[in-house]
């Protein structure tokens, strides 16, 4: 089991900028895929920032450019650093670890996944 617990959220002015944390605890020894997801009020859930185990980072066009995913090991902490924030970026933001082949975000699901229970971001116009 992992538990997973974010943190950070918060709510500031277009162009803006939060770091979201999330700190894992439990198993943590498994090669786990993790990501940030976020979801809107009548939206579905929507990938935002994916790191494998070794390192290697995807973000889907949306974001591009502007949110970047990092991890300290030693810490056991996950982080989301989001710049030039826009209104449509509110949403609720979710940590999440995946159990895949190898850690990599592109293989295959091989375990349970874990979700924290979420933190706001609210970006006003």
């Known amino acids: 089991q992992v538990q997973l617990v974010e943190s950070g959220g918060g709510s500031v002015q277009a162009g803006g900028s939060l770091r979201l944390s999330c700190a894992a605890s439990g198993d943590t020894y498994s090669s786990y895929c993790m990501g940030w997801f976020r979801q809107a009020p009548g939206k579905e859930r929507e990938g935002v920032a994916a790191?494998?185990?070794?390192?290697?980072?995807t973000y889907p066009d949306s974001v591009k450019g502007r949110f970047t995913i990092s991890k300290d090991n030693a810490k056991n902490t996950l982080y989301l650093q989001m710049n030039s924030l826009k209104p449509e970026d509110t949403a609720m933001y979710y940590c999440?670890?995946?159990?895949?082949?190898?850690?990599?975000?592109?293989?295959?699901?091989?375990?349970?996944?874990?979700w924290g229970q979420g933190t706001q971001v609210t970006v006003s116009s």
């Open positions: 790191i494998d185990s070794d390192g290697s980072t």
């Open positions: 999440a670890a995946e159990e895949t082949y190898g850690g990599s975000c592109t293989g295959g699901k091989v375990g349970e996944s874990y």
